[in-house]
């Protein structure tokens, strides 16, 4: 075991404990909110504490009591700085049974005289049992749980001056906590970081000017939903930028702070703005789900998915993630588990939209009087415009007329035989690209051609070009194929690391299997401007069986040029990769978060992807749905049904029951079944298995 230096975001490593470094104080405030302790930073910046001239005044400490969670971390704390302390408030999120070891030495350190414990609860619903614990009137406990609760500079001040008059006997003056909205239009910049609706009303007529998009007539507006806590903390530089961003390529964001999506008060107002401005989309920061899971002993019953808006429109879920942007980038998972829970898992149930984490926690300044890292969200611009540009198409594909859209269906292709185009589980996967294309068609999509009658029809329509079979790529034709010169434009955008991958694995283009006269060979068929196509082998040359599910393949230039052609030349507003399930969502990467190096991103980057999947494996339907942004369209599995039998052996199971029926009744029909019989098991080699030398009339 080994002393560490504390980190931002509460991230504890398990091989060591973490000393906050902090030496003894008079007032002590422990939180596991990171806005909680930039609102108490700021707060005491402001405070009469900090005022010179007033003579000796109690000193302050805050922390933040995830990075105390080992025991062994907490009792060096509380040997460093709670031994010497009077005044002890926490904040405790989850309750005594979230941190029982916690409660058990708090309420032990509180048992000494002169010693003041307040443990208050770290949401908005009473806690009786911390109320019990703590030694100060319920009058009391009640006042310091809404400062906590309401939080923010000015209410964080008063909480200081209530402690010092309380219980230092200073002659201050406090004021009760000041309340917050609910939930509130926001505008970077402006008083009291509230806005009217006709205030953004202007700033989007500025914009129009400012960031004229070709060929766009008009911006589209999409709703910003982020937790109020952050306007508390004046944790909101993050937002800003983002703000900015989304500006700058041409939409109209309308930021709104939210308590909760379980909140009624927010969602009101939430559900009226969005109607006012014609939201088409939402970009939701929050965590959590306004959905909750049912209980087993009721999985067989239909469950109840109950939309928190009220407009039918797409929700992206940005994940601000609770790490240091250097954990995410060394994290081989990418997102921590306390992430995946309440980022990614939680807001599933939800059905929103997983896309990528956009922000980090990261030491904004050190509060050298509470001898604290000030913690702040920091953008990561780049991930920020992979999910901007994300929602810029989804947009697209609710503006453009569907006779103008251009779609890619993808067939999986696994193994690599022809005979396995298509071959998704429990899913008569052709069939159901017939149907997909029959109902494009119904709904006005340009396809042009005459359709595939069925899926044995579209099969045989594939074949006659060039698939991932090896054997036909030198001499069967090919519909589509992008120009080398073309491919490498696009891959020479790639990290550096990325290109030098596929080059150390796979050598230069030209030695790829599809490379044929300066260009690389695309399998799939173009109805009109609807592309069926099969997707590629994760490589050649080697063993695709083994190598499907490869974590460390680096897919070839062939696979990188099918998806470059689809984005790039062929510009498809969305993908649908019909069936399970393909072989882009196990791409070598970050488990969850994907950056910018991870192959599934390089491969089909932010395009809108709708993924048909059987309903029985929901962990590899996650996988499609947290690494390539899937919408997972749930079938059910197919009917169970007798196999029976056919052919020869339904010949063969005639002639034994007329046999039977036969006995005692008609000898000499009886002796041309037996006949009949012996003669069946013999041609069809059924004696071989019956392990039956010789068949006799005996």
């Given at each position: 075991m080994h002393l560490l230096a504390a980190k931002p975001g509460g991230f504890v490593d398990e091989e060591g404990i973490i000393d906050l470094d902090q030496s003894p104080a008079d007032i002590v405030i422990l939180t596991a909110a990171d806005s909680?302790?930039?609102?108490?930073?700021?707060?005491?910046?402001?405070?009469?504490?900090?005022?010179?001239?007033?003579?000796?005044?109690?000193?302050?400490?805050?922390?933040?009591?995830?990075?105390?969670?080992?025991?062994?971390?907490?009792?060096?704390?509380?040997?460093k700085v709670l031994k010497h302390a009077k005044v002890l408030l926490v904040s405790m999120l989850g309750g005594r049974n979230y941190w029982p070891y916690g409660f058990e030495r708090m309420c032990e350190w509180a048992q000494s005289s002169g010693r003041v414990l307040i443990l208050v609860p770290g949401d908005d619903s009473p806690d009786p049992q911390l109320c019990s614990a703590s030694s100060v009137s319920s009058e009391v406990h009640t006042l310091l749980w809404r400062y906590l609760r309401e939080s923010g500079s000015a209410n964080s001040t008063e909480l200081l001056h209530f402690l010092g008059a309380e219980y230092f006997s200073l002659p201050w003056q406090w004021r009760e906590p000041q309340i917050l909205p609910r939930a509130q239009l926001y505008k970077p910049a402006s008083k009291y970081s509230q806005a009217t609706f006709e205030q953004w009303q202007q700033q989007w007529s500025e914009d129009a000017v400012n960031y004229p998009q070709p060929g766009s007539s008009s911006a589209a507006t999409v709703a910003l939903l982020f937790y109020r806590s952050h306007l508390q903390s004046a944790n909101t530089a993050m937002f800003d930028q983002l703000i900015a961003q989304m500006r700058v390529a041409g939409l109209k964001p309308l930021p709104i702070?939210?308590?909760?999506?379980?909140?009624?008060?927010?969602?009101?107002?939430?559900?009226?703005?969005?109607?006012r401005a014609g939201v088409k989309l939402i970009l939701n920061s929050t965590g959590f789900a306004s959905n909750r899971s049912q209980a087993p002993e009721l999985s067989s019953q239909p469950s109840e998915f109950i939309s928190p808006f009220a407009a039918q429109i797409p929700v992206l879920q940005l994940i601000l993630s609770s790490s240091t942007v250097e954990d995410w980038q060394d994290f081989s998972q990418g997102l921590r588990s306390r992430d995946v829970a309440m980022q990614v898992a939680l807001p599933e149930l939800d059905g929103r939209i997983t896309t990528r984490a956009i922000s980090f926690k990261g030491a904004s300044h050190r509060d050298s009087a509470a001898q604290v890292e000030v913690v702040r969200y920091q953008l990561h611009n780049e991930r920020a415009d992979f999910v901007i540009e994300l929602a810029k198409k989804y947009l697209a594909l609710s503006e453009v007329a569907n006779r103008d859209k251009y779609i890619g269906l993808i067939l999986a292709n696994y193994?690599?035989?022809?005979?396995?185009?298509?071959?998704?589980?429990?899913?008569?996967?052709?069939?159901?690209?017939v149907n997909i294309l029959n109902a494009l068609a119904g709904d006005g999509y340009a396809l042009g051609h005459e359709l595939p009658e069925n899926g044995n029809a579209l099969i045989e329509q594939l074949l006659q070009s060039v698939t991932n079979n090896p054997n036909t790529l030198h001499y069967l034709g090919c519909?589509?194929?992008?120009?080398?010169?073309?491919?490498?434009?696009?891959?020479?955008?790639?990290?550096?690391?990325?290109?030098?991958?596929?080059?150390?694995?796979?050598?230069?283009?030209?030695?790829?299997?599809?490379?044929?006269?300066?260009?690389?060979?695309i399998a799939g068929i173009r109805l009109g401007k609807i592309f069926v196509g099969i997707q590629p082998a994760r490589g050649f040359n080697i063993d695709l069986l083994a190598n499907y599910h490869d974590p460390d393949l680096v897919p070839p230039h062939s696979y990188l040029a099918f998806y470059f052609w689809l984005r790039h030349v062929y510009k498809v507003d969305a993908l649908v990769h019909v069936g399970k399930h393909g072989n882009l969502e196990w791409l070598p990467g970050?488990?969850?978060?994907?950056?910018?190096?991870?192959?599934?991103?390089?491969?089909?980057?932010?395009?809108?992807?709708?993924?048909?999947?059987?309903?029985?494996?929901?962990?590899?339907g996650a996988q499609a749905k947290r690494r390539t942004q899937a919408v997972i369209i749930d079938h059910l599995m197919p009917p169970m049904g007798r196999a029976e039998i056919y052919g020869e052996m339904a010949e063969l199971e005639g002639l034994v029951d007329e046999y039977y029926q036969a006995l005692g009744m008609?000898?000499?029909?009886?002796?041309?079944?037996?006949?009949?019989?012996?003669?069946?098991?013999?041609?069809?080699?059924?004696?071989?298995?019956?392990?039956?030398a010789q068949c006799s009339d005996a």
């Open positions: 909680q302790l930039a609102a108490l930073s700021a707060g005491l910046a402001h405070s009469k504490l900090l005022q010179q001239g007033l003579g000796q005044m109690p000193s302050v400490r805050i922390a933040n009591w995830l990075q105390l969670l080992k025991p062994a971390a907490f009792d060096l704390y509380e040997e702070a939210i308590a909760s999506l379980k909140d009624a008060e927010s969602i009101a107002l939430v559900d009226l703005l969005i109607e193994p690599t035989k022809d005979g396995r185009i298509g071959n998704g589980v429990g899913l008569d996967t052709p069939n159901s690209c519909w589509q194929s992008l120009d080398v010169d073309v491919y490498r434009s696009h891959f020479d955008k790639l990290p550096k690391a990325s290109r030098e991958a596929v080059t150390a694995r796979w050598g230069e283009v030209n030695q790829d299997h599809k490379f044929r006269d300066g260009r690389i060979m970050k488990g969850l978060g994907l950056s910018e190096q991870c192959w599934p991103d390089i491969a089909m980057g932010p395009v809108p992807h709708f993924y048909p999947f059987i309903v029985n494996d929901p962990g590899e008609d000898s000499r029909r009886e002796d041309w079944l037996r006949e009949q019989i012996l003669q069946q098991v013999q041609s069809t080699n059924l004696i071989d298995e019956l392990n039956i």
